[in-house]
């Protein structure tokens, strides 16, 4: 069947570091733009990282700029967020998606640009 799976997250300590990945089944990744979003307690989902299928782009919230960087392995059908110096502001599930394209090589694409979506994997950086 259609999936896709992140896996990676967990408990880290402030200003740790977690490589979360986004596994695709049934599907190949190569095809799109990949996203990662999160969505922290209380706040509505927010866009962190994209890069694109060809074009080269990538993109980054200004929040997590310098800090997280998004990769691909299309011959794994993977996408990775690496994600270093970890606040506790940056606690929330994680969902990797699907897109058309990046669009921008400055700002991540809006919510609504993503087509389909993984479950999350949740992280907490505790203080």
């Known amino acids: 069947q259609v999936q896709f799976v992140e896996s990676g997250g967990g408990l880290v300590q402030p200003g740790g570091s977690l490589r979360l990945s986004c596994a695709a089944s049934g599907f190949t990744l190569a095809d799109y733009a990949i996203g990662w979003l999160r969505q922290a307690p209380g706040k509505e989902r927010e866009g962190v990282s994209c890069i694109g299928s060809s074009d080269g782009i990538t993109n980054y919230a200004d929040s997590v700029k310098g800090r997280f960087t998004i990769s691909r392995d299309n011959a794994k059908n993977t996408a990775y967020l690496q994600m270093n110096s970890l606040k506790p502001e940056d606690t929330a599930v994680y969902s990797c998606?699907?897109?058309?394209?990046?669009?921008?090589?400055?700002?991540?694409?809006?919510?609504?640009?993503?087509?389909?979506w993984g479950q999350g994997t949740p992280v907490t950086v505790s203080s």
């Open positions: 998606a699907t897109a058309p394209s990046c669009y921008s090589d400055s700002d991540t694409p809006s919510i609504d640009t993503y087509d389909f």
